[in-house]
Antibody
Framework: QVQLQESGPGLVKPSQTLSLTCTVSGGSFNSDAYYWSWIRQHPGKGLEWIGSIYYTESAYYNPSLKNRLTLSVDASKNQFSLKLSSVTAADTAVYYC????????????WGQGTLVTVSS | QSALTQPASVSGSPGQSITISCIGTSSDVGSYSLVSWYQQHPGEAPKLMIYEASTRPSGISNRFSGSKSGNTASLTISGLQAEDEADYYCCSYTSSSTSIFGGGTKLTVL
């Protein structure tokens, strides 16, 4: 069974860079059948796709975040990461990592989510 | 990209059926059957319920079904149960190779 676990600071100051890592266990990380993805949920709001990255490091970003966003992969550690720069209070959200199918684009496995608060 | 359009809330009594709509455009729902549906209970991560518009993953009750016509996808839950009370989100692949979610629908079981 695939498991994903987010890790990173729960509090980030405005204008700084938010950095999160997702560790994948249970196999499939280097498979060509999946994209590794980030999704966030503002408090009390809906889901927002942030971006997805392939094990080859080919990545797709939400156009609204593209200028501030970098996704990366460390296959040796079965990890992928998110860096979001110049954060504001509007970036306060629960951040989820998830596995996305290459063929049908569904998100079939999710991490438990981690709350990141942007505040001074 | 604008979120797919879902009703903010729907409700039904135990045993009844409800349908949640998800309206997109010709750049997403209308052009691909790559629509998925997620159930989210409070404080939990979303759970995949339907993919490819109408396919249930293993372990998902056959009370959940999906369909798509034109720019609109739909999720139907039959034989409503108290445990179905949750938020539901649709998601579609887009022509820009991105994913886009709906705004979410709160299902209340009366």
């Amino acid at each position: 069974q695939v498991q994903l676990q987010e890790s990173g600071p729960g509090l980030v100051k405005p204008s700084q860079t938010l950095s999160l890592t997702c560790t994948v266990s249970g196999g499939s990380f280097n498979s060509d059948a999946y994209y590794w993805s980030w999704i966030r949920q503002h408090p009390g709001k809906g889901l927002e796709w942030i971006g997805s990255i392939y094990y080859t490091e080919s990545a797709y970003y939400n156009p609204s975040l593209k200028n501030r966003l970098t996704l990366s992969v460390d296959a040796s550690k079965n990890q992928f990461s998110l860096k979001l720069s110049s954060v504001t209070a509007a970036d306060t959200a629960v951040y989820y990592c998830a596995r996305r199918s290459y063929s049908d684009y569904s998100f079939d496995f999710w991490g438990q989510g981690t709350l990141v608060t942007v505040s001074s | 990209q604008s979120a797919l359009t879902q009703p903010a809330s729907v409700s039904g009594s135990p045993g009844q059926s409800i349908t949640i709509s998800c309206i997109g455009t010709s750049s997403d729902v209308g052009s691909y059957s790559l629509v998925s549906w997620y159930q989210q209970h409070p404080g939990e991560a979303p759970k995949l319920m339907i993919y490819e518009a109408s396919t249930r993953p293993s372990g998902i009750s056959n009370r959940f079904s999906g369909s798509k016509s034109g720019n609109t996808a739909s999720l139907t839950i039959s034989g409503l149960q108290a445990e179905d009370e949750a938020d539901y989100y649709c998601c579609s692949y887009t022509s820009s190779s991105t994913s886009i979610f709906g705004g979410g629908t709160k299902l209340t079981v009366l």
